[in-house]
């Protein structure tokens, strides 16, 4: 081990990037939240259309608040004039293949193998590789919007936005691509606001702590997805918040990178520490 005069300003370093991707990930916590209940509030509580229809005085920007219905559907009880549709009508839906031990390679050009522990820790060196293409819509890159549909229903299923390059996408994760109904940020917002009774309905299938939740699920499951006018009106509002959740997702995904690269080299005297910090400052 250094002595503490190099140990102690390497830990003050890597203690502020900690920090920094500490910061990332509760401001990422606080954009979802506030996106989601924009989304609760319109598309499943029908907040703007109840309050029409009880004389209530308006709560958003006036070409916002025309945009809703005045009146509840007794039938659907949706706001009059919207559709109920099936969840899965809402984006394609791909699954991942069944990628086997006889595809995995460590050649050069393998590209990682993301299963759910991939979406949960990053690519690692445990991740898989692979060079065999079973499909190119199994292939992902940065970006994309991914769901895992099987394993513990506390906390496996959940959506994610893969921000760790080219990859394969193996079985049990949905790449969720938008089909023209509806935008990127508002499936990721619709999937998690979802995500209780998705793990609800997997718990239910339950056998030895894993569940899943299949195509047919989400096809018998069904939502609203409110009128054009309404989904653009919340595009407009979510829309900059979801991309500011997946530049944040960058941002930490590079501070970790840096982190990890500065940390033994650190410690091993391999670079000085002045320059870990040019590097930490051209980063954060």
Known sequence: MPPDDIRTPVSELLAALDDKIELSRRTNETLEALARAIFRDWFVDFGPTRAKAEGRAPYLAPEIWNVFPDAIDDETSAPSGWPIEPLYDQAEWVNGAAYKNMHFSDAPDALPVVKIAELKAGVTTNTKRTNTALGDKYRIDSGDLLFSWSGNPDTSIDAFIWVEGPAWLNQHIFAVRPNGKQSKAMLFVMLKNYIPEFAEIARNKQTTGLGHVTKADMQ?????????????????????LF???????FESQTLVQTRDLLLPKLMSGQIRLCDAEKQVEAVA
């Open 220 to 240: 018998g499951m069904t939502i609203c997805p409110g009128s054009n006018e309404a989904r653009r009106a919340f595009d407009q509002i979510a829309g900059p």
């Open 243 to 249: 991309e500011h959740i997946v530049t944040t997702l």
